[in-house]
């Protein structure tokens, strides 16, 4: 006879059992997909493994023989990561690691990269597709993701830099309010998120930890109530202060400054443009305001303030105009996109600029794709030494040219 | 893999992922876990579908995999408390109809290590009896019958007292 408790625990495993929300009807595809991910990941180790034993004998052979090795390319891609099938959204990097965000519908992923040998090192799941990928200065790895389909809600992950621990906080009505789209983090579980109702400081426990969470809204000041329109999009730093980019559904942009880490209090200056880009450097804000030819590169300072950039940012240089803008150090990497897109680098220390260089995208894959690529189809990851860039051919990187250095 | 094979597999995952959805969580205690859990179980069982097919009880499989894929995690994970905040505040706001002692048994269940877990799972949701339960979590009957008897008796002491 069944006691109280196994009583119990039949009607309360049947009632949380049987609340399961349906799963979606793509599940067996994304089964199938995950085995073909699985099968070729396999099919690249006894590959490599038959590669390194291949090449172990060449050596041998040529040794043998008196042959000379193989020669090194020194210049043009050096390496490709292996991608399933899912886009890539955001990425970054630190000196030793690769991080990819990337949309496997209806959910997301995080993998981490080795640098070095371009080795799967991590990867952890997302409850539904990524907005942005961001590393903290204390090593911490934060991944916003939107509402998926399936029913899952949007909220903002903080993983271990191996990816193994993590906290999450979702949407929900006591903290954060609405989907995240970019995420600013400061270290120690404190990060600003751009939301589509303002901004929103948020502190998470550490990964793996259990502390509650905390979490301030600041949804009303974030934008003037006239620019109420202008959904934030990206958040950045400049000057201690929190840069907050928004942009409406027609393409207008709206970048404000905030003062403060949270970027709590009412916008100190603001500059308004077309489908703008963000990205902080010590020198300032870099933005890129406009589309096409006439699309400019500028570099504003805490107030919103327009500096000095040198010769080099003109339409001589930037071809095409600058389409989107990110940093690395003093590095400034510009798309530009005139028949073909570019990249184009170069260093800045105030008041000037150094030489550019151009790198063309994409270099031909292995089957020989030559279908045209968009600035919006890209993403990069630049660091000191390399610059990786993912596209529709999936994810490549560049040697830094010395002329960026 | 044949069509046919293909299109049994479709059916299958149709009609059997909600409620193997809901075995997974009460297994691990956490949804995304538990769907990452069960995407994993299930791509382990179209790689033999074939064969697991043909053997006739494919859903027996699948639980097997998740049963063993949730003891590994719990061995992995063990000491390291992993909260997904947003998901724990929307439980205390749950409109279902969990009572606050059913809330608590439930609490209660996530703190049993996961084999004593996984035996009142496979009894009182899947309704298994020892013999099944003993072949899904590959154990003797005695395993099973000793580790009910712990995980009844560890829930008679994790439970507010005049509870159960």
């Not at chain 1, 751009?194 to 009303?220: C, E, F, K, M, Y």
């Not at chain 2, 097919?53 to 097997?64: C, F, K």
């Not at chain 2, 719990?74 to 997904?84: M, P």
């Not at chain 2, 009896?129 to 019958?145: I, P, R």
């Amino acid at each position: 006879m069944a006691t109280d408790i196994e009583q119990e625990l039949s009607e309360v495993f049947d009632l949380v059992g049987s609340s399961m929300p349906p799963l979606p009807p793509e599940l067996a595809d994304q089964v199938r997909r995950g085995v073909r991910t699985y099968r070729r990941r396999m099919g690249a180790v006894v590959v490599a493994a038959a590669l390194v034993v291949a090449g172990v004998t060449v050596v041998v052979v040529n040794n043998g023989l008196g042959g000379k090795p193989a020669q090194k390319i020194s210049a043009g891609p050096q390496q490709r990561f292996r991608q399933s099938d899912s886009n890539v959204v955001a990425m970054t990097a630190t000196t030793s690691t690769l991080y990819v965000a990337t949309n496997a519908y209806p959910k997301g992923l995080v993998t981490a990269y080795d640098r070095a040998t371009g080795g799967e090192v991590g990867a952890a799941n997302l409850p539904a597709g990524p907005s942005s990928v961001a590393v903290a200065p204390d090593g911490t790895v934060w991944v916003t993701f939107y509402p998926s389909n399936a029913g899952h809600r949007p909220g903002v992950a903080e993983f271990s830099a191996d990816l193994t621990k993590r906290s999450m906080l979702l949407t929900n009505d006591h903290y954060l309010p609405a989907a995240p789209f970019d995420v600013l983090p400061f270290g120690r579980g404190r990060a600003v998120l751009a939301t589509d109702q303002g901004t929103v400081t948020v502190t998470l426990a550490q990964p793996g930890g259990s502390q509650p969470v905390q979490a301030t809204r600041h949804n009303a000041t974030v934008m003037a109530p006239s620019a109420k329109n202008y959904l934030p999009t990206r958040v950045a730093v400049v000057g201690g202060s929190v840069a907050t980019l928004g942009t409406t559904d027609g393409g207008r942009s709206r970048l404000i400054i905030n003062a403060g880490e949270s970027g709590s209090a009412d916008s100190l200056a603001a500059v308004q443009g077309t489908e703008m880009t963000i990205a902080s450097s010590q020198e300032g804000l870099w933005a890129t305001t406009g589309t096409g030819a006439t699309a400019t590169l500028e570099l504003f300072d805490a107030t919103l303030h327009p500096l000095p950039t040198g010769a080099v940012i003109n339409t001589a240089s930037l071809p095409g105009g600058a389409d989107r803008v990110w940093t690395s150090g003093r590095t400034v990497w510009v798309a530009t996109e005139r028949q073909r897109v570019k990249l184009t680098c170069f260093d800045y220390a105030s008041p000037t600029s150094g030489p550019s260089a151009t790198i063309t995208l994409p270099i031909a894959d292995s089957v020989q794709r030559t279908d045209p690529i968009a600035t919006g189809d890209i993403t990069i990851a630049p660091t000191e030494q390399q610059v990786y860039v993912a596209s529709p051919y999936g994810i490549t990187n560049y040697p830094v040219p010395a002329a960026c250095q | 893999m044949r069509t046919a094979d293909d299109a049994d597999f479709t059916a299958f995952v149709a009609g059997s992922s909600r409620r193997l959805l809901g075995l997974a969580h009460l297994l691990t205690g956490d949804r995304y876990a538990a769907e990452d859990l069960l995407q994993g179980a299930l791509e382990r069982t179209y790689r033999s579908w074939p064969r697991i097919n043909r053997d006739g009880a494919p859903e027996s499989y699948v639980r097997r995999a998740l049963v063993n894929a949730s003891t590994d995690r719990w061995r992995r994970r063990r000491g390291v408390a992993e909260v997904g905040l947003g998901e724990a505040r929307l439980a205390e706001a749950d409109p279902s109809d969990l009572t606050a002692s059913r809330d608590a048994l439930m609490r209660a269940v996530r703190e049993l290590p996961a084999g004593q877990r996984a035996v009142l799972v496979l009894r009182y949701f899947e309704g298994l009896t020892e013999a099944q339960t003993a072949a899904v979590m590959e154990c003797s009957v005695g395993t099973v019958k000793s580790q009910h008897a712990r995980a009844l008796a560890r829930l008679r002491t994790l439970m507010p007292s005049g509870r159960v």
